[in-house]
Each structure stands twice: as C-alpha cells, then as structure tokens.
C-alpha cells in the first residue's frame, strides 16, 4: 500500500494549524538523502520557504526548507492526518532551486549562532 501524500502548499497549511490548534501534535520529518529525524518535534514558525522545529528531547531548535522535505509523519490525528502514518510530499512547483543545506541546528542558549 502506498503511503499517502500531500504538496509543499498543504505542507505548509498544516504546521500552521498545528501550530495555531494543535500545539500538542508533533511532527516528525524526512529531508532528501538523510533518514528520517529521531525525534518528534514541535512547529515553532513557519514562514514562506522553511519552518522551525523545537526538539524537546534533544534541546535544539531545527530550522527545514519546505524544497527539502521528502516525507512526514505526526503524532496525534489532526484532521485528515492519521497519526505514524508517512506522508509523502510532493513539491506544487515552489521548489525548484539548488538546496545548499537542507537543515540548520540552532542552539537555543546562542540562538544567533548555527552549530
């Protein structure tokens, strides 16, 4: 069975209402050519070409570019969204430039420095 989908557009419209509904929910992301993250985290921005993630467990803040997210998964049914299940996603034409760096870790006890 194949596993669900959505765009980049859809992305973005969900960590914005998990964001604004559901801070309870995390979310859990793969980016291009890397495995998927070790831990859920929390939506802490989402702005036009990236979104910024709090991993609790591992004490850092992890900033993604929408162009670099190749599938997700949440923790807790939000809407449509089943929880564990992946979702591909498919870029809605936004995407197209070289990604430099798919991930930035920022230190939340020097957020101005990336690490």
Same mark, same amino acid.
Do not use: C
């Given at each position: %069975?194949?596993?669900? /989908? #959505?765009?980049?557009?859809? @992305?973005?419209?969900?960590?914005?209402?998990?964001?604004?509904?559901?801070?309870?929910? /995390?979310? =859990?992301?793969?980016? %291009? +050519?890397?495995?998927?993250?070790?831990?859920? %985290?929390?939506?802490?921005?989402?702005?036009?070409?990236?979104?910024?993630?709090?991993?609790?467990? +591992?004490?850092? #803040?992890?900033?993604?570019?929408?162009? /670099?997210? %190749?599938?997700?998964?949440?923790?807790? =049914?939000?809407?449509?969204?089943?929880?564990?299940?992946?979702?591909?996603?498919?870029?809605? +034409?936004?995407? +197209? /430039?070289?990604? @430099?760096?798919?991930?930035?870790?920022?230190?939340? #006890?020097?957020?101005?420095? #990336?690490v």
């Amino acid at each position: %069975m194949r596993p669900s /989908s #959505l765009t980049t557009l859809q @992305l973005k419209r969900l960590l914005v209402e998990l964001l604004d509904h559901a801070q309870e929910t /995390s979310i =859990r992301v793969r980016v %291009m +050519g890397e495995l998927w993250q070790t831990h859920f %985290m929390r939506v802490v921005n989402v702005s036009d070409d990236r979104f910024l993630l709090n991993d609790e467990i +591992g004490n850092r #803040l992890v900033s993604f570019l929408f162009s /670099s997210i %190749m599938q997700i998964e949440i923790d807790h =049914r939000f809407r449509q969204y089943e929880p564990y299940n992946h979702y591909d996603v498919i870029p809605d +034409g936004s995407a +197209g /430039s070289t990604i @430099l760096r798919h991930a930035l870790t920022i230190d939340p #006890l020097k957020p101005d420095e #990336l690490v």
